[in-house]
């Protein structure tokens, strides 16, 4: 049996491409566990769009259990495209977990709020001043003499 040079390469691109293709996709989330030593969450990442979410372990009666799982609430779903990643901190008794934008070096904290949703601060990477409440002072009841 003869093959042309430009069947192999053919067939050699082919192979390549669905090759590639397959294993972007088999990399579309990145999964990390929470810092929190007594906590059996993992949080997950969608490493294209940002979009977060968590599951972690619930016990049933009469069962071997249930796998909990907390959809993307505000702050939490799909940001503008990137190249998302997670980062947990070597907080022990932290919950939340880092997400990080590789391309821009921004950060949110996500965490899962209420055991209802996992929610995100606002991503940034700017030093960020945080509003003090201004207190007013009350007036006193009698007016000091002049």
Do not use: W
């Not at 669905?18 to 990399?27: I, K, Q, V």
């Not at 821009?104 to 030093?127: A, F, I, R, W």
């Amino acid at each position: 049996m003869k093959f042309s040079l430009k069947a192999i390469t053919y067939g050699i691109l082919i192979g390549c491409s669905y090759t590639c293709m397959n294993s972007a996709s088999a990399e579309s989330y990145e999964f990390r566990a929470s810092p929190h030593i007594s906590l059996n969450r993992v949080y997950r990442v969608d490493k294209l769009t940002g979009e977060m979410g968590a599951c972690q372990y619930g016990l049933v009666d009469n069962s071997v259990g249930a796998t909990l799982c907390y959809n993307a609430g505000e702050g939490a779903q799909a940001q503008t495209p990137g190249e998302y990643g997670l980062v947990s901190s070597s907080h022990q008794q932290e919950s939340g977990i880092f997400r990080i934008n590789k391309k821009t070096g921004e950060m949110s904290v996500c965490y899962v709020l209420n055991d209802e949703k996992v929610v995100c601060t606002p991503q940034t990477k700017d030093v960020q001043t945080v509003a003090t409440p201004v207190v007013k002072q009350p007036e006193p009841a009698v007016k000091p003499a002049r």
